[in-house]
Each structure stands twice: as C-alpha cells, then as structure tokens.
C-alpha cells in the first residue's frame, strides 16, 4: 500500500510530463474500473455477531466517542495533524519548486515528484528495522528532524540533483513518520473501532496537509517560495518538542478482545430499545486503600466511557467509608450489551483489579436498573429472549459489570 501511494504521484508526474494534464486525471479515472470491479468480484467472510447491527449514526458516534475517550490514540491523532500542517509544504510548493527554483517545467516536476516518491518506497520498506530500534517517540522525533532539514535543503537548493537527493530523504522520513502514526493508532485501538480510529487517522493526516497548504500558498504569496520551506524546515525541526506534553504511546501488541460475557440473567421482559440502563457496582474497599482504588477508578472510568457509558461516577458512603458506589448510564439496553462485550483483555484486567480492593465475605454487588421501566418498553417491539434480556435488578457479579 505505501509502495503503491508513493508511485502514484510520480507516475501522475510522468504522464503529465509526457501527455498533459487532462491525460492524468483521464487515466486516474479509468484505473479506477479495476477496482471497482475487485471489489464487486469479492467474496468476504464475515463472522456472523449476535447481537443486531449498530445503525450508521450511532457507529460514527461511537467511534469519536472511544477516541475523545482514549489518551493515546488522541496523542497519535494531534502529533498526525501537526505534522500533517508542517510537513505538507513539501507537497504543496513542489510546483513552485519545480518551477522557480530550477527553472524547469512539467518534467523537472515529474522527477522531482519521482525522487520523492522513490525515497517514500525506501522508507516503506524500512519502517519494521526502524520499529525494532527506536521507540515510538524516539523515531518519530528523528523523522521530523531529518524531514525539517530536508524541506530546508529543498528551500536553499538550486540544483535539481541536490533538490531530488534531499527529496529522497524527505520522502523516506515523511513514510516512516505517517506509517509510525498508522501503525500506533491501529494498535491502540480494538477490533470493534478500529476502521474508525483508522478513518480518523486519514481525516488528521489529510485534514492537516490541506491546511498546511493553505498556510504555506499564503505565506509563499507574501514572502516566497524560499521562505515559505525554510520557515516550514525549522518548525518541523522544532516539532519534537510536542513530545515533552504529548508523548508517543508505546507501540505493543494490538489491544485485543475480551472474552464475550454471558448475558446477565432476566426478571423483565425487555427490548433493545428499553432504556435507559442504569448501572451501579458497589465495592467495599479498605480505608487504607482508598488512595489507591480512587486513583485506579479513573482509569475505569475511561474504559466505561470509551466503550459506551456515559454519566460516570464515584461515590463514598459518609455513613459507611468502606463502602463505594460506582454508577453509570446506558442509553438502551442493546447499547448495554454492546458497552460490556467491547471491553479488551487489558480493560478486563483493569476491572478485575479494581475488583480486587473489594474485601468482606461478600461479592462485589451489581445493579442493573431500567430508568423508565413502562415507557421505554413498547408493546410493537419484539422480544428477543436470547440476546436481549436481562433483569431490572441484578445483583449477582458472575457475569462481570
């Protein structure tokens, strides 16, 4: 994929080189025949869920939920759209490089594209030795380093051969850089989200490099074209800094699945259109222990919401300091279902830790409460007694929270 995005653009430069610009985006229309015709011709195998398909409009609000809730996948997007805004001169003024400073014309900008390209193919192939080196934060503080003195070289060079050598070195970096940022959102999120954590990756890269253009166009007309990637060269070369407050997440294995919960037992007949659920976990948690349940709580709170939950809180009985009620909302009961079949291997973990501070002879205690337990339940609605039941009120905690 990253070979085939890097060619693109210096084949494009090459037929505009040789045939003009109508020729390019003519050509760029008709390759896309084969791919429409893959992907009619596709087979997937798609592993059948059993709970129903979540709607388009609460897909997308989910997804920007478990970002707006997930520091390090919000981390990978900020550091993508900054360096999307800097590190897209480079893209943006190639025309003008091609023509102002090497005096040439669409040929001179079919190599120049060609040199950027070649060095995209050469970091591409290089980003799992890089991985196995550098961390995250470390790589990735290099590639904006090397990519701000290239853009520099870029500014400074009057040379088509200088220009295309330093075009080389910007490509490569600017791949491992955008792979980098790929790589640590794919790998920060969980099977459920990720096509949209991914999605929102490519709105932060694109996004980014369409403002930068903006800016880089603006402050070429002002100053020019020397300028406009000098000044772009040093503010790439300063971005690292970003780390000191956004510090890259280390890269590790995927965040994988949990086991799917068995589904709690039913008193009431419920749809998934019932709702709201409300959820209440009462811990009984040591007073020299109160610290450090507090302090591991709010992480809990982020898995919860991140996974569907909303109007997370803590509380302590005045009566009782032992005592603790954690206590969230769902919208509908499917929603329920979905929020505590979401959870991964590490989010269950976390779970069970905060499970562990609960002392006394008793299990952990478990609500389940329906809000509004006669308007929400529609006689035209269906009853599915497989999948979506559950009771009002359950306060065993052998199917988990």
């Not at 478990?66 to 897209?88: D, F, N």
């Not at 709580?297 to 009566?319: C, E, H, K, P, T």
């Amino acid at each position: 994929y990253n070979i085939a995005r890097s060619f693109g653009p210096a084949i494009g430069g090459v037929v505009v080189a040789a045939a003009g610009a109508v020729a390019a985006f003519a050509a760029n229309a008709l390759l896309y025949l084969p791919l429409l015709a893959a992907l009619f011709l596709w087979r997937r195998v798609v592993e059948p869920s059993r709970l129903p398909r979540e709607p388009l409009n609460r897909a997308i609000v989910s997804g920007v939920r478990y970002i707006i809730h997930s520091p390090s996948i919000r981390i990978v997007l900020i550091r993508t759209l900054v360096t999307g805004i800097i590190g897209g001169s480079i893209s943006a003024l190639m025309p003008l490089v091609a023509r102002d400073l090497l005096h040439g014309g669409a040929q001179t900008y079919g190599i120049m594209l060609g040199a950027f390209g070649m060095g995209a193919v050469v970091g591409a192939l290089n980003i799992g030795e890089i991985r196995k080196r550098l961390s995250g934060e470390a790589a990735i503080r290099s590639c904006a380093l090397t990519l701000g003195a290239a853009t520099a070289a870029v500014g400074l060079s009057g040379e088509p051969v200088l220009t295309a050598a330093a075009l080389v070195v910007a490509g490569a970096v600017w791949m491992l850089a955008v792979a980098l940022f790929n790589i640590g959102v794919q790998l920060s999120a969980p099977r459920w989200v990720a096509g949209r954590a991914l999605a929102a990756f490519q709105a932060a890269i694109s996004g980014g490099i369409a403002i930068g253009s903006w800016g880089w166009g603006h402050l070429t007309d002002a100053a020019g074209v020397e300028v406009a990637l000098l000044v772009s060269g040093a503010r790439m070369m300063v971005s690292p800094l970003l780390g000191l407050w956004l510090r890259m997440p280390p890269i590790g294995a995927r965040n994988e699945d949990g086991e799917t919960l068995a589904d709690p037992e039913v008193q009431l007949e419920l749809t998934s259109r019932s709702g709201p659920l409300v959820v209440e976990i009462e811990y009984r948690v040591a007073e020299d222990d109160a610290r450090a349940f507090h302090d591991l709580m709010q992480d809990v709170q982020l898995s919860r919401q991140r996974n569907g939950a909303y109007g997370w809180s803590i509380a302590r009985d005045i009566a009782d300091p032992e005592l603790w009620t954690e206590r969230y909302h769902c919208p509908t009961w499917i929603d329920y279902l979905r929020q505590r079949n979401r959870a991964t291997r590490a989010e269950r973990e976390l779970h069970q830790r905060a499970i562990g501070f609960h002392i006394g002879p008793d299990p952990v205690r478990i609500r389940r409460m329906l809000e509004r337990p006669f308007g929400s339940v529609r006689p035209k609605d269906d009853v599915d007694r497989t999948a979506e039941q559950a009771p009002a009120v359950a306060t065993a905690a052998r199917s988990g929270p």
